[in-house]
């Protein structure tokens, strides 16, 4: 498992995600891209509709995580994007398609950031030892892991053994 960590900066987080989705050693497999970051989320009226905004506070200012992703859509669909921050991972459907990712993980309730880093640091675990994040070197392309890899590993956390870790953190995925 590679492990790449950035500042999450606004005015350069693009063009971080974009580089690394890009790598040679992530064509295959899964890529796993974590915000984590103070963040809300609200509902914003336009005109007769609501919209929800994803926000989160990087280093140089608030990120609209909703309306920013978009600009990566085609770039995301082998990634799995986790929201560590509480409220932001609330109705996840709409932000997963919105972003073209393969999934998406948040959490909809306050969250302790001990027992958040827990449950991400098993997930990560658990998507390595499921293969979802690529083959080792020496793996034939038809050894590759399906897309549902990833989905099934996250289901099978959030409904056995860290079934009341996901309740207490309100996980919510959308695939």
Partial sequence: MRIISRPL???TYHKDIQQFVDLGCNRNGANVIVFSAHGARSRVQTGKRYRTRRELTAFDGDINLSAGIR??????NR???ILDSRWVGRGLQSFQEASGALGVLGFAKKVDSVDSAVFIL???FKLHENGALGPTD???DHDLPSDSTAQDTVTEMISS???SLAKSLGVEISF
């Fill in 9 to 11: 900066i606004r005015a």
């Fill in 138 to 140: 020496g793996v034939a």
């Fill in 71 to 76: 600009r990566l859509n085609d770039k995301l």
């Fill in 79 to 81: 990634s799995v994007l």
């Fill in 122 to 124: 098993a997930v990560l």
């Fill in 161 to 163: 053994s860290y079934s």
